[in-house]
């Protein structure tokens, strides 16, 4: 599993419907797969979230009230499914959402898992390899899910898919990724 620092209130945002992640330089690469957000120290004081195409107003960021506590921990893993430039044909991300940034690489966002008990960890730039021993602290406080794509029993792919048995017992991969 990989790890990105992401500054609050933009950690959070993540997992309360942020489908991308925009970011200056392609620090993405080739990787996808999961990747814990780590909510870094800074927080963004005129934070503000653009809602909607037609409702394109300024909403109060964190609706949960509680990204200013959550910073220096990880707080959740997503999965990151794709990675392309805004300018790019590849980018089919939604505009409606307000969050892909035209002149941004977009790391495209799937499958939030937040925790319920954040686990303190030290960020660095850019994406990097989580630690195992960190990586099994997470996985203790989250169900069951697909490596690849990060489905879960309660977010199961579309059309539905099932758990395939693996040989190493590990990773767990989803049906739909399986092929
Ligand atoms: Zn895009
Ligand atoms: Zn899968
Ligand atoms: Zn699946």
Not at 155 to 162: I, Q, V
């Amino acid at each position: 599993m990989k790890v990105l620092t992401v500054r609050q209130p933009w950690a959070s945002a993540i997992f309360n419907g942020k489908p991308v992640e925009n970011r200056t330089t392609n620090i993405f690469g080739a990787y996808r797969g999961p990747v814990a957000i780590h909510a870094g120290r800074a927080y963004e004081e005129d934070a503000i979230i653009w809602a909607g195409a037609t409702d394109i107003r300024p909403v109060p960021v964190d609706p949960e009230g509680d990204a200013r506590e959550m910073r220096a921990v990880i707080i959740g893993v997503v999965n990151l499914i794709d990675a392309h430039t805004g300018w790019s044909v590849d980018c089919d991300c939604d505009d409606a959402t307000g969050w892909p940034e035209p002149n941004a690489w977009h790391g495209v966002l799937e499958h939030p898992r937040a925790l319920a008990t954040p686990i303190p960890y030290k960020g660095a730039l850019g994406l990097r390899d989580l630690p195992g021993d960190v990586e099994r602290q997470i996985r203790e406080q989250l169900p069951l899910f697909c490596s690849k794509c990060g489905c879960t029993d309660d977010n199961a792919c579309t059309p539905p898919c099932s758990w395939v048995p693996c040989p190493e017992g590990w990773p767990p991969l989803c049906s739909r990724c399986f092929a």
